[in-house]
């Protein structure tokens, strides 16, 4: 098997140039390499490409080598884990099969939408295997298609020859089902794999805190938090997002649930200072925005962390409830919750906070790879 030895001692994941010492000759893009300490021992195994930004993807650690089978047992943990301990069939259809490092699959996200198993792959290693990868899936989560989506800008800097491959197919959008609520799900032209399954459990959540309350779901995407909100009993719910053909479809779930929503194509930073010169506040206001930061050194995504709560915190009523999240794995949960308290400091506003979440438990984080907690939600009431 190709090695790779380490400069640096890490148990990170993801392995940076300048940590990586010699390679031998025959590690090809995408191999599985066994990784040396920087004292030559047997340290893990991982998937090598030169060619990307990071490397060195560490999947497991040990003296022992392993081999492809690794990852049909790893598939086989993963359907483990959702569909035995924590029974995620009896109360949805929808939720990530595959969670990338965290299930020891660099590389690979798979969310399982009925019979349907929509991939993103985000590296070459992981791109090369889905011939077996792909039916290892459908046998484990009882699916029977699949999509497969990369993001050209990454199969550009990894070397993927395709942007499309023989088992995927070209999906017509599906209806999806979690905790009595249907939603409209299109794998094939949606973000990411057509549906964030991560804030399943947040938009329960959030429904029960809906019922009798005028609400704004800004960054609404296909309105899951504006139709758990409106079924739940909600006076009235109204919800921007930029995005038209994430409003349509929004639209659509609305229907589909029967219940009016005022859904509105938008900026929602454009839009909130125009209801803020109109006097405008609801009584629970969700910002739930995409992800604003792409490197530990992106202040500009900081800026709009700050400028999207400080314009969202202006829309919710004295002593109201404020939801507000942030999917960047860049900023830690107590970075996030500076950037709210500031921005609400800043209108001489104070938060009381009385939860703090992130994604289902479908979403595992790693110990050793503190960015797997990408998802942030903070639950306040707004005083002032």
Not at 156 to 162: L, N, V
Not at 208 to 214: I, P
Request: charged share 25%; aromatic share 8%; with cysteine.
């Amino acid at each position: 098997m190709p090695t790779v030895r380490l400069k640096y001692f890490s148990y990170h994941p993801a392995i940076w140039p300048r940590m990586i010492g010699e390679v031998t000759r025959d590690a090809k893009p995408g191999s599985l390499v066994q990784v040396l300490d920087k004292e030559g021992k047997p340290f893990g195994s991982a998937f090598w490409n030169p060619k990307a930004g990071m490397p060195l993807r560490v999947f497991a650690h040990g003296s022992e080598p392993v081999d492809e089978s690794f990852f049909l047992g790893a598939i086989q943990r993963a359907a483990s884990l959702r569909r035995e301990v924590m029974k995620l069939d009896e109360t949805t259809d929808a939720y990530r099969a595959i969670h990338a490092d965290a299930d020891q699959m660099p590389g690979l996200v798979a969310d399982k939408f009925g019979k349907v198993m929509s991939l993103e792959v985000t590296n070459l290693a992981a791109y090369q295997r889905l011939d077996a990868w792909v039916p290892a899936l459908h046998e484990a989560f009882g699916t029977e298609k699949a999509h497969i989506r990369v993001d050209p800008d990454l199969a550009r800097i990894e070397g993927i020859p395709s942007l499309t491959h023989s088992l995927s197919e070209k999906l017509r959008p599906l209806k999806i089902r979690e905790h009595g609520v249907t939603f409209e799900v299109d794998p094939s032209g949606g973000h990411k794999t057509g549906f964030f399954c991560d804030q399943r459990e947040n938009r329960k959540k959030f429904g029960e805190l809906a019922a009798g309350r005028s609400v704004l779901d800004l960054c609404c995407y296909t309105g899951g938090f504006s139709v758990s909100a409106a079924l739940a009993g909600a006076e009235d719910v109204t919800a921007v997002d930029l995005d038209e053909n994430a409003i349509e479809m929004a639209k659509r779930n609305g229907n589909i649930n029967q219940k009016r929503i005022k859904f509105t194509h938008g900026d929602a930073f454009t839009w909130a200072r125009t209801m803020i010169e109109n006097g405008r506040q609801w009584d629970l206001v969700i910002a739930d925005p995409p992800k604003f930061i792409h490197g530990k050194e992106d202040q500009l995504g900081h800026n709009k962390y700050h400028d999207l709560n400080k314009l969202a915190l202006q829309l919710v009523k004295p002593g109201g409830l404020f939801v507000t999240c942030s999917c960047s794995g860049m900023l830690t949960a107590d970075e996030f919750e500076k950037i709210v308290v500031s921005a609400s400091h800043r209108q001489d506003r104070r938060l009381q906070i009385f939860d703090r979440t992130g994604a289902g438990p479908d979403h595992p984080t790693l110990s050793n790879y503190p960015e797997s907690r990408y998802l942030k939600l903070l639950w306040c009431r707004v005083i002032g």
